[in-house]
């Protein structure tokens, strides 16, 4: 953890994973102070108050505003759920602005009735990337059954933002341009990517189609085949850099 992030509490008992790296990584005490961010909120210091084998207390004193996520949003076809907590968390520590899971005709109907997201475990994947990333802006995550949904989905935040996104599509089938030509023009909060990544066994056919209707560049990793989170965390950092967004603070 770069940032030890929290929600309104000022207190993390024994049992809380915050509370350990606290203690035994940092090796904080009373009266010491760390790195903390309100989640989905301002950057600044918490002060310990008090501490013991039971928890600590603290006060935050806000210094930053929060910084806000990339216009990128990574559409991935549902992985495995041994995979999702890990990717999630590095998309999160990337800065992508939302992650939206898809269910596919190719890919695998037990993962999209996985519990993990309905046990937080998703959620503490991207609490865990933002935390290593230094930053309390948390991705959004939305589910959606098919492409179809998806794409619906896409074309209505193009309604809400009154312009069209940029949307690319990985393939290693009938690619225009690897992914770091894609033509994405200026991208911005209001404009963002969508960048869809399908899952492990790829898109369908009529997948392909509907992706091509909606707009999509078809762009290629090369012509190795890649498991999903590989494809998706070396994607998304191609994208970013493609966008600008590599290039530090501005």
Known sequence: MNIVLFDGETYFSRGDARYQHIKKILRKGKSDSFQAGVINGSEGEASITSMDDQGLSFVFTPMRPMRPLHPLIAVIGFPRPIQLKRILRDLASLGVSAVWLTGTELGEKSYRESTLVDRGAAR??????????????????????????????????????????????????????????????????????????????????????????????????????????????AAVAITLSAIGCMEGDK
Do not use: H, K, Y
């Open 124 to 233: 503490e994947g991207l609490l865990e990337g933002c935390m290593q990333a230094g930053g309390t802006a948390v991705p959004e995550l939305r589910l959606f059954d098919s492409l179809e949904q998806t794409l619906a989905a896409a074309d209505a935040l193009d309604a809400e933002n009154g312009t069209r996104s940029f949307r690319v599509s990985l393939d290693v089938q009938d690619a225009l341009c690897p992914l770091s030509r894609a033509p994405f023009g200026e991208v911005s909060a209001g404009r963002p990517a969508l960048l869809f990544i399908g899952s492990e066994r790829g898109w369908s056919t009529g997948e392909r189609a509907l992706l091509r209707a909606a707009g999509c560049t078809v762009c290629s990793l090369g012509s190795r085949i890649l498991r999903t989170e590989t494809a998706a965390t």
